[in-house]
């Protein structure tokens, strides 16, 4: 028989597991309620009732999972949840996840986390995983469109700077990126949409200190994290050229903060020494950093757990011993991944090539073919334009017409004003030489597309003479075509009577 004997000072904890996940589970529910009250504000109850739909989603499923898997194997069901804590793992993958989310796929991601990542290798205590992160990562395989976050929300701020290749040097690139979100400070106070529970890093800040402080968590693990994050990140913005804005980018952006605190800490996936916790932390940080900059991953968090997971049997098998005697060597091998670290990230810091944005194309106008407006109809008594200006310049007559549209007609607007046209006509050739708005007054990012050359353009070098001509309306702003319309005609018309 063999005696396996640890070597003293050993020290005793007062603590309980099922206090320790109490206090974690507390956390997670102060991070879940200010996702609850931005929803609210923002955008509205219906958003808060499909967080808490997300919610009752996966702690049902986690919870069908456990008792189901009791009464296969036979256990007791009640002693068994209570050492299992499923309502830990199914909170966190929630908070994971974008408020887009659907329920079938937050269904799925809880279920694969509790049985594939958790049960299958023992329960409790006995998983290689993160259960939550093994979740997260199945979700976006299997439900990629499924897991992201929507038009309404938005962009996010990981999605936003990896579009311009994680490097921006043009001020005006780089102000509006921060812009959207409220700068660096909105990135701190975390009020923009994006996962669930990933947003507010000073809120996650202030509960990792005070579960910190409770021996919840070992500070060590979130510290050397989050430094090896802003260490790498500062070498990139030094060979750039870059600010000190783009580390604190790297830690207020994405799930960092949220991983920091919540996921590496995990007891049973991550080594038990205090230096095997270190390597740990150092090698997710250069991982997280390296997928967010060479790879096309959602933020880099989530996988660098997954992988450091792998490693976590052979940190402990050479962090084993007496702390105290070896702590010369384990200060080497930190020291030596660090700057292993550093040293790629100078070569890669050279290779990154930035997204130059585009500038945006105009936006054209849909021209719905087949519903042609007569330009020779007649116009009701309440839509008639009337003549404000004529300008006569040899052949050419320019008329000034206002003419009535949806913001009169249809839109009932406060103060509403007629649309006011442009209108050269060349006498001797009898055709129209162009048209074009003076004032818009209808409904911005609808009617304004009727501005555009490409209806516009279809009056150009039409002959006044013919009775049958008619144009093209513009899909979705009819009315505001119709003024131009009407406009135009009736420039015709006061030329005719003259």
């Known amino acids: 028989m063999k005696f396996t004997f640890r070597p003293s000072p050993n020290a005793r904890n007062t603590q309980s597991t099922k206090g320790i996940m109490f206090e974690l589970t507390l956390g997670l529910l102060a991070v879940f309620l200010f996702a609850l009250a931005f929803y609210y504000v923002e955008y509205g109850m219906s958003y808060v009732i499909h967080a808490l739909s997300l919610m ?49 796929a937050m269904a799925f991601g809880s279920f694969f986390a509790i049985f594939f990542a958790k049960l299958l290798f023992g329960g409790f205590g006995h998983n290689i995983f993160n259960p939550a992160a093994a979740g997260r990562a199945a979700m976006l395989t299997s439900f990629a469109a499924a897991v992201t976050v929507d038009m309404t929300t938005g962009p996010t701020p990981i999605s936003s700077i990896a579009n311009l290749g994680w490097i921006v040097t043009d001020q ?6 921060l812009a959207q979100f409220g700068g660096l400070q909105g990135l701190l106070l975390g009020w923009y949409p994006g996962a669930l529970g990933e947003t507010s890093a000073l809120l996650i800040l202030v509960i990792g200190i005070y579960l910190g402080y409770r021996k919840v968590l070992d500070w060590r693990v979130p510290v050397f994290y989050i430094g090896t994050v802003f260490a790498l990140a500062s070498v990139i913005a030094l060979v750039r050229g870059l600010g000190i804005w783009y580390p604190m980018y790297h ?15 995990d007891p049973v996936t991550n080594p038990t020494s205090a230096a095997g916790r270190m390597i740990f932390a150092i090698g997710c940080g250069i991982i997280t950093v ?21 490693f976590t049997p052979t940190i402990e098998r050479l962090t084993d011993g007496w702390q105290i005697k070896k702590a010369k060597s384990y200060a080497i091998s930190i020291g030596t991944l660090s700057l292993t670290g550093i040293v790629l990230f100078v070569f890669i810091a050279n290779i990154m090539i930035p997204v130059v944005p585009k500038e ?35 052949n050419v007559v320019t008329y000034t017409v206002s003419s009535k549209g949806y913001a009169i007609l249809e839109g009932g607007y406060e103060g ?75 420039a015709i018309e006061t030329w005719k009577g003259e």
């Open 290 to 310: 390296l997928i967010r900059v060479q790879a096309n991953l959602p933020g880099g968090v989530l996988y660098s757990i997954l992988i450091m997971n792998m």
């Open 360 to 394: 945006p194309e105009p936006e054209v106008p849909v021209i719905t073919l087949g519903d042609p407006i007569g330009i020779f109809s007649p116009a009701t008594s309440t839509a008639t334009p009337e003549l404000t200006n004529t300008v006569t310049d040899g």
């Open 172 to 177: 005006t690139v780089l102000g509006e990126l």
């Open 416 to 490: 509403a004003k007629p649309n006011v046209f442009e209108i050269k006509i060349d006498t001797a050739a009898n055709k129209i030489v162009s048209v074009k708005f003076i004032t818009f007054s209808d409904t911005k990012g609808i009617g304004d597309k009727v501005e555009s050359a490409i209806f516009l353009d279809q009056f150009k070098d039409l002959s006044i003479d013919d009775e049958a001509i008619s144009v093209d309306s513009v899909s979705g702003a009819t009315i505001t075509s119709v003024s131009a319309a009407r406009a135009v005609r009736f």
């Open 251 to 265: 830690i207020l952006a994405g799930g960092l903060m949220f991983g920091a605190v919540f996921m590496l800490t």
């Open 56 to 104: 009752a989603t996966s702690v049902l499923v986690a919870a069908i999972t456990e008792v189901l898997w009791c009464v296969f194997l036979k256990k007791d069901i009640k002693k068994h949840l209570s050492s299992s804590f499923p309502i830990v793992t199914s909170t966190i993958l929630v908070l994971m996840v974008p408020i887009s989310t659907t329920l079938y």
